[in-house]
């Protein structure tokens, strides 16, 4: 006879209001976006139907080019763009801050300590930290007037706020920490001993940088750049804000458009965005085979 | 080769400050321009010292009620933080072993970090819409009176809201449970 009490319940069930939450609030509402950027709508209500209307209308005269480019393709151009220089800045920036705690700090007080002042900017919310550029890089901001009593411009320059310029930095001040996380903790795992027998077979620096360091830092530094490419593709509070409302983004279409209740459009963009975001991080695991680094 | 007289160990400091300066330096200059007077605004040099907007802040003379704005946040961050620990020690503890769905609730906490935030709010949105088109439905079909008269939806802070954080917090208290597993024994 099957005893119902010998079966004991697995461990794994411990994991089971964690998973529901991501079945709801993650599954259920991705799939969701996917059908309903099928749906027709009106200004009242989403209608179910199964139509490509949604994305016909955000590709509409993309592939004429007669003309300029249209609105969706320059929008991810600008966007793209945007990925491209923040990738850059905060992995350069946030490789060097790394390289500085994991080699040159040799007591773990002093690592954790310098960490955690790397760290606790983070504790407050992005909007804050953004609008905190905002009297600095104004008209009349701290910059400018550096700039004017210094001489170095008669006028003050307008590019350094709600521009290109004040979203980058926006950018790189808020997510170079994205970079410092993965790729510390990749170097941290780097056996010491390699480096010092690189230096004793008399590899210099530069070397020991590229053919050890780097390599080995891959897996973090890909972890780090999926991060900061994935938060700039869907932003559109930063891009909002420091770009002075005028600088188109995808998360700014979608938000609009949610504003306005065309749902199903917005979710036509959604699904494009997260397709597209997917295979950027696609691209970059083949760059390294991930499983095999960790 | 990571000797601290190098010239390299001083390039690093110096880039190292910078650093902390360009992190730290936007948000000093907002708290020394919050004792600005009751004359200056948003810049330098201060019209004198004083916490005139601090007390202006605090007798509610703002557009936005900021009391209630705070309270709203701080309520909705503690939940959230007691269901972020309750939630992912558990699953913390059950990934010590293997568990039927243990790769596919692996993968989905990484890829909830990766898809962009508006598209999952989105996504929560639509949920939700269809949720209250279901109750209304449901109201209007079994003649449910207090549904009819006072439903109006089921978005809001501790639904959906709650919801949309959840998902976001939760891949971070796993990863830290796997961190602080791992050292212990099995």
Redesign the interface.
């Known amino acids: 006879m099957l005893n119902l009490f010998k079966i004991k319940p697995?461990?794994?069930?411990?994991?089971l209001?964690?998973?529901l939450?991501?079945i709801?609030?993650?599954?259920?509402?991705?799939i969701?976006?996917f059908v309903?950027s099928f749906w027709d709508y009106n200004e009242y209500s989403?209608i179910p139907d199964l139509i490509l209307e949604n994305y016909r209308y955000i590709f509409e005269n993309c592939f004429s080019f007669k003309d300029d480019m249209c609105v969706t393709f320059k929008t991810y151009l600008s966007t793209f763009i945007f990925c491209f220089i923040t990738w850059f800045f905060t992995l350069i920036?946030g490789f060097?801050?790394a390289?500085?705690?994991s080699?040159?700090v040799n007591s773990l007080t002093w690592q954790i300590a310098?960490f955690l002042?790397?760290t606790i900017?983070f504790w407050?919310s992005n909007v804050?930290?953004m609008?905190?550029?905002?009297?600095?890089l104004?008209r009349?901001?701290?910059v400018n007037?550096f700039f004017l009593s210094t001489g170095l411009t008669n006028t003050p320059q307008e590019w350094l706020l709600y521009s290109g310029f004040s979203v980058v930095l926006a950018f790189v001040?808020l997510y170079?920490l994205f970079m410092i996380v993965p790729i510390f903790n990749s170097m941290m795992r780097i056996d010491k001993s390699i480096?010092?027998a690189a230096?004793d077979s008399g590899a210099n620096?530069f070397q020991?940088l590229s053919n050890i360091i780097i390599p080995l830092c891959k897996p973090g530094i890909v972890i780090g750049s999926?991060?900061v490419i994935?938060?700039v593709?869907?932003?559109?509070i930063t891009i909002g804000i420091m770009g002075g409302q005028q600088i188109p983004s995808?998360?700014k279409i979608?938000?609009v458009e949610?504003s306005y209740l065309q749902?199903p459009a917005?979710?036509a963009n959604?699904v494009i965005?997260?397709f597209l975001?997917?295979l950027i991080?696609w691209i970059m695991t083949k760059m390294i085979d991930i499983r095999k680094e960790l | 080769?990571?000797n601290?007289k190098n010239k390299?160990?001083y390039i690093?400091?110096f880039?190292?400050s910078l650093?902390?300066l360009?992190?730290?330096?936007?948000?000093l200059?907002?708290v020394l321009?919050s004792f600005q007077g009751p004359d200056g605004g948003?810049?330098?040099p201060l019209n004198g010292v004083s916490t005139f907007w601090f007390e202006e802040l605090w007798r509610g003379g703002s557009v936005v009620d900021i009391g209630s704005a705070f309270k709203r946040s701080i309520i909705l961050g503690i939940i959230v933080m007691i269901l972020t620990v309750?939630?992912?020690v558990?699953?913390g503890?059950?990934?010590?072993?293997k568990?039927?769905?243990?790769n596919v609730?692996f993968f989905?906490?990484v890829?909830?970090?990766?898809?962009?935030?508006?598209?999952?709010s989105?996504?929560?949105?639509?949920?939700f819409?269809?949720i209250d088109d279901l109750i209304k439905w449901i109201g209007i079909t079994l003649d449910i009176s207090w549904i009819n008269d006072f439903f109006q939806t089921s978005l809001g802070m501790y639904s959906s809201g709650l919801?949309?954080q959840?998902?976001w917090t939760?891949p971070f208290g796993?990863l830290i449970m796997f961190a602080v597993f791992n050292r212990f024994d099995k």
Request: glycine content about 8%; charged content about 5%; aromatic content about 20%.
């Open positions: 697995s461990i794994g069930l411990l994991s209001p964690y998973a939450v991501f709801f609030f993650f599954f259920i509402p991705l969701l976006t309903i989403i920036i060097f801050v390289y500085f705690l080699f040159y310098l002042l790397c900017p407050t804050i930290r609008i905190s550029w905002i009297p600095l104004g009349n901001g701290l007037d001040h170079t480096i010092e230096y620096g020991i999926i991060f994935t938060v593709m869907g932003d559109f995808i998360g979608i938000y949610m749902l917005a979710a959604a965005l997260l975001t997917l991080i | 080769m990571f601290k390299t160990y690093c400091v880039f190292f650093f902390v360009f992190l730290y330096g936007p948000t200059t907002i321009l948003l810049t330098f309750i939630l992912s558990a699953a503890l059950a990934f010590r072993k568990f039927w769905g243990s609730l989905t906490t890829a909830s970090l990766i898809v962009p935030s508006i598209v999952l989105l996504g929560v949105a639509l949920q819409r269809l919801g949309a959840l998902t939760l796993l």
